[in-house]
C-alpha cells in the first residue's frame, strides 16, 4: 500500500473515530475500524545490467523456487569461468609442489647416478693398480697422485649425483606448501562468490506468493539494487486497526478478534499480534477527559484468511453481536 493512500485510510479511521460515527446496520459500534495491509517483498539484483527474461506476470502466483527473473549474465559466466580456471591452476600447482620430479627427471638423475657410480669403480681400480705399481717401483708417484685425485673426483660425482636424486623426490619447502594451500583457498572462495553472483542475477521466489507488480521489462537497464518484482506472501497480510484509548485496554497480543468487511464472509476472524505502546493522532492539547476520547492505539492483527490490501475493515472483540 503506498504511503498516500496509508495515510489517507488513517486520517478517515481516526476522524471516524474522533467524532463517533455510529455503524451502519445499527448494530453495537464496532471495537475499532482499519484496513487490510500487506507487506511486500521487492526482490532486486545486486548488480546492474539488461533484464533478459522476465517468466513472471502482475496477478499470478509462483511457488517457492520459481525463476522470477534474469539479468544479463553473459560477462558474470565469462568471470566465473576465468575464475574456476585460476582455481584449477591453483591446485595443479599445489599437487606439483607435493609430488617431486617428473618421473622422466627422476629417470635422468638414476642415469646420471649409475654413471657416476661406474666411473668411481673404475677410478678405484686405477688407483690400486697405481699404488701397485709405485710398490714395485714400476710406475712413478706422479701417476698415483693423479688416480688418487680421479678418484676422489669420481667419488665426490656420485656423493652429488646421489644427493640430487634424494632431493628430487622431495616436496617443496613446508612454507612454499602453506603458500600454495593459501592460494587454493583464496581461489575456492573467488569462485563461490562468482557462483553467488550468477544466482544473485537470476533470483527466485523465497516463499509462494501473488506476484503483485513488476517494475521492468524484458531488454531494459535495471540499475543495481533496483526492485524488478514485488512479491505478496498470504501470511505478510496483515490487518492494521486503530483502537480508542477507552477500549485498548480490552484486546492483548493472541486476542481473537470478529472482522466484518464488505464482501467478506461473515466468520472471519483475526488474532492481535501487536499493540503499539503510544498513541497516534494525539491533539496538541493537554491531556483531557475530552481529549482523552480522540487518542487511539495502533493495532496489528493476522486475518485467518488472505485478504486484498486497502480494503477497510471494522472489528468486533470475539463473539461480541454486530
Known amino acids: 500500500m503506498s504511503e498516500l493512500l ?25 471495537l ?12 532486486a539484483a545486486p548488480s546492474a545490467g539488461m533484464l533478459e527474461s522476465l517468466p513472471v506476470a502482475r496477478g499470478a502466483r509462483v511457488a517457492a523456487g520459481a525463476p522470477l527473473f534474469a539479468i544479463d549474465r553473459a560477462t558474470a559466466m565469462a568471470e566465473r569461468d576465468r575464475l574456476a ?3 584449477a591452476q591453483a591446485r ?13 627427471e627422476m629417470a635422468v638423475l638414476t642415469a646420471q647416478k649409475a654413471r657416476a657410480e661406474a666411473a668411481l669403480r673404475y677410478s678405484t681400480a686405477e688407483l690400486s693398480r697405481q699404488q701397485e705399481l709405485v710398490a714395485r717401483r714400476v710406475s712413478s708417484p706422479d701417476k698415483l697422485d693423479q688416480a688418487r685425485a680421479a678418484h676422489d673426483r669420481d667419488r665426490g660425482h656420485l656423493a652429488e649425483a646421489e644427493a640430487q636424486l634424494a632431493v628430487a623426490a622431495l616436496s617443496a619447502r613446508p612454507e612454499q606448501l602453506r603458500a600454495a594451500d593459501e592460494a587454493v583457498i583464496q581461489a575456492e572462495a573467488a569462485l563461490v562468490q562468482a557462483d553467488r553472483r550468477l544466482v544473485d542475477l537470476a533470483p ?9 507488480d ?7 537497464w535495471v540499475p543495481a539494487g533496483s526492485p524488478v518484482v514485488s512479491l505478496l506472501p498470504p501470511e505478510r497480510v496483515k ?8 477500549a485498548v485496554a480490552t ?7 470478529s472482522v466484518h468487511c464488505d464482501g467478506c464472509p461473515p466468520d472471519l476472524s483475526a488474532r492481535v499480534t501487536r499493540i503499539a505502546s503510544q498513541a497516534e493522532y494525539t491533539p496538541p492539547v493537554i491531556y483531557s477527559v475530552g481529549s482523552r476520547e480522540k487518542l487511539v492505539f495502533r493495532v496489528e492483527a493476522v486475518p485467518d484468511r488472505p485478504l486484498n490490501p486497502g480494503l477497510p475493515v471494522d472489528v468486533w472483540p470475539a463473539g461480541a453481536g454486530r
Do not use: C, M, W
Open 204 to 212: 527466485v521466489a523465497p516463499v509462494a506468493a501473488l506476484v503483485d
Open 251 to 257: 484486546v492483548s497480543p493472541g486476542s481473537s478478534l
Open 32 to 43: 475499532a475500524h482499519g484496513y487490510v495491509e500487506g507487506e511486500y517483498l521487492r526482490i
Open 85 to 87: 580456471a585460476a582455481l
Open 92 to 104: 595443479a600447482q599445489r599437487a606439483d609442489l607435493a609430488t617431486g620430479k617428473r618421473p622422466q
Open 239 to 246: 490487518l492494521v486497526l486503530f483502537v480508542p484509548e477507552t
Open 214 to 220: 513488476t517494475l521492468y521489462n524484458p531488454g531494459e
Open 6 to 30: 496509508r495515510s489517507v485510510l488513517d486520517g478517515l479511521t481516526a476522524l471516524a473515530l474522533a467524532i463517533g460515527l455510529p455503524f451502519a446496520d445499527g448494530g453495537p459500534p464496532p
